[in-house]
Nanobody
Framework: QVQLVESGGGLVQAGGSLRLSCATS????????MGWFRQAPGKEREFVAK????????YYANSVKGRFTISGDSAKSSVYLQMNNLTPEDTAVYYC???????????????????WGQGTQVTVSS
């Protein structure tokens, strides 16, 4: 069984940084893209960032551009989300996701992706 395992969440003060990691475990599989969504209390889940293995292209939500950086390690089938200059509005559960084929991630309704992690809590205090 394939699993996405997130780590790196926690509590940080506004202006601080965190680095999230998402590793694959279980049966080896290939994906077209991996990335992150987040869901704040009382809000819908939203796209954050995506990493395409083909061409190593990156995509970001407007709300995180210039502050967050997504990267990938194909040898480990892992992606990372470096989050800088965090604000309380970034507080949410962050979910790693992966898809076997190309699709648009930043859209409504959210895309039906092949794999999801359990989520990791990020809390930014003011």
């Amino acid at each position: 069984q394939v699993q996405l395992v997130e780590s790196g969440g926690g509590l940080v003060q506004a202006g601080g940084s965190l680095r999230l990691s998402c590793a694959t475990s279980g049966r080896t599989f290939s994906t077209y893209a991996m990335g992150w969504f987040r869901q704040a209390p009382g809000k819908e889940r939203e796209f954050v960032a995506k990493f395409d293995w083909s061409g190593r292209s990156t995509y970001y939500a407007n709300s995180v551009k210039g502050r967050f950086t997504i990267s990938g390690d194909s040898a480990k089938s892992s992606v990372y989300l470096q989050m800088n200059n965090l604000t309380p509005e970034d507080t949410a559960v962050y979910y790693c996701a992966a898809n076997r084929g190309p699709t648009v991630w930043d859209r409504r309704p959210l895309p039906r992706l092949d794999y999801w992690g359990q989520g990791t809590q990020v809390t930014v205090s003011s």
